[in-house]
Structures are given as C-alpha cells and as structure tokens.
T-cell receptor
Framework: DAGVIQSPRHEVTEMGQEVTLRCKPI?????LFWYRQTMMRGLELLIY????????DSGMPEDRFSAKMPNASFSTLKIQPSEPRDSAVYFC??????????????FGPGTRLTVL | GNSVTQMEGPVTLSEEAFLTINCTYT??????LFWYVQYPGEGLQLLLK?????DKGSNKGFEATYRKETTSFHLEKGSVQVSDSAVYFC???????????FGKGTTLSVSS
C-alpha cells in the first residue's frame, strides 16, 4: 500500500484566501484523523472520522475550519478565510480500528501551510 | 484525562553513544504506548509500540519497555548513528481510546 497520501505538500497563500488540504487514507482503514503541528502547541487532534462520519470535532479551532469525508478514500480540511496564525503542518492519519483495541495510527507526510 | 510528559531537548550525542529519552504518562487503565519519529522535513513514522505492561517494543535498534510501576516508557538505543537525528515523540491514546496524545517531542542531534 502507498500509505496515507496528502496533497499539497506545501501551500503558501495570502491571508483571507481559502485553503483546501487533501488526504487519501490507507485502503481498508475505517478511521481518519486530522492533526495540526505548531511550535507553540505541538501536535493536536483537530477532528476524526469513522466510516466517513465525523465523530469528534472538538479540536477544530473555529468556524473557519471545516472537514469533510465524502467517501472512504478521500477527505478534505478547508480553512476559509485563512489567517497567519493558521500557519502550521497539517497531518492526516488513518487506522483500521481504534487505539484502545491495540491498533496503530499511520501518518501521511503532512502539508506545510504558510499564510502570509 | 490521559497525558504524557517527555524530557525536553535538544539532546546532542556523538555517534555510537548511548541514548535515553525519558517518557512518563498518566492514564486511566493500561493503554498502548507509542514512540513516533519525525525525520527532518518528513511526516511522523511509528517507531515502536507496546500494548500492555512489561511489553518491550523494539525497532531499528531502539527499545522501550512499558513499566506500569513507574508509569514510564523510556526510549533507549545502545549506539546511535548520525541517521538517527530526528524528533522523537512519545504518545498514548486519549481517554476515549480514539486519538493520540503526543508529548512535546525531543530533538536528537547525532554528530560523527
């Protein structure tokens, strides 16, 4: 399997623009996670899906952020409008089962977002 | 809720030196414990994991033992290489057992 695929790898945009990050999970994985990594806050969960349904979005910072999973092989994280403080590395991860049943999350290479 | 604390870095070592990166946790029950590694410019890779107390996870010469008595999961390697230079994250599941909670990361720099 190719692993978790994310695109783009790098995104530079100007404040106020819409940004869309994309993720393709590992085939057969029922769980998909979006994390954000910043120097100040480290790695933090934004949202996760089970069988394409959002289960916990309590980590989404504000209404400017939205995430969708229209099918089992594709998810998007959208920021509209973007702000400089959204600059971070955004990781997508997937797993077959939940961690409490001994499974492991596999991470994509990340998208480095810079908002000017 | 569950939490993890790992030693602050950076850690700077010479090639072939012994490595220890400390990690302690607070958790309800005995969740799986993980070490992830992030090489420069890359994403997170699972390095090793342990799913129950007294288990030892190992990979690429790295080892960590799940010790419930001391609530620790310290990462060790007997002889580091320059290629081990990376950021290492200790992690465990949140209380719901769904997502990962990460430590702040420890940067390791190995020189030849």
């Amino acid at each position: 399997d190719a692993g978790v695929i994310q695109s783009p790898r790098h995104e530079v945009t100007e404040m106020g623009q819409e940004v869309t990050l994309r993720c393709k999970p590992i085939s057969g994985h029922d769980y998909l996670f979006w994390y954000r990594q910043t120097m100040m806050r480290g790695l933090e969960l934004l949202i996760y899906f089970n069988n394409n349904v959002p289960i916990d979005d309590s980590g989404m910072p504000e209404d400017r952020f939205s995430a969708k999973m229209p099918n089992a092989s594709f998810s998007t994280l959208k920021i509209q409008p973007s702000e400089p403080r959204d600059s971070a590395v955004y990781f997508c991860a997937s797993s077959y089962d939940v961690l409490e049943r001994g499974d492991t999350q596999y991470f994509g290479p990340g998208t480095r977002l810079t908002v000017l | 809720g569950n939490s993890v604390t790992q030693m602050e870095g950076p850690v700077t070592l010479s090639e072939e030196a012994f490595l220890t990166i400390n990690c302690t946790y607070t958790a309800t029950g005995y969740p799986s414990l993980f070490w992830y590694v992030q090489y420069p410019g890359e994403g997170l890779q699972l390095l090793l994991k342990a799913t129950k107390a007294d288990d030892k996870g190992s990979n690429k010469g790295f080892e960590a033992t799940y010790r419930k008595e001391t609530t620790s999961f310290h990462l060790e390697k007997g002889s580091v290489q320059v290629s081990d230079s990376a950021v290492y994250f200790c992690a465990l599941p949140n209380q719901a057992g769904t997502a990962l909670i990460f430590g702040k990361g420890t940067t390791l720099s190995v020189s030849s």
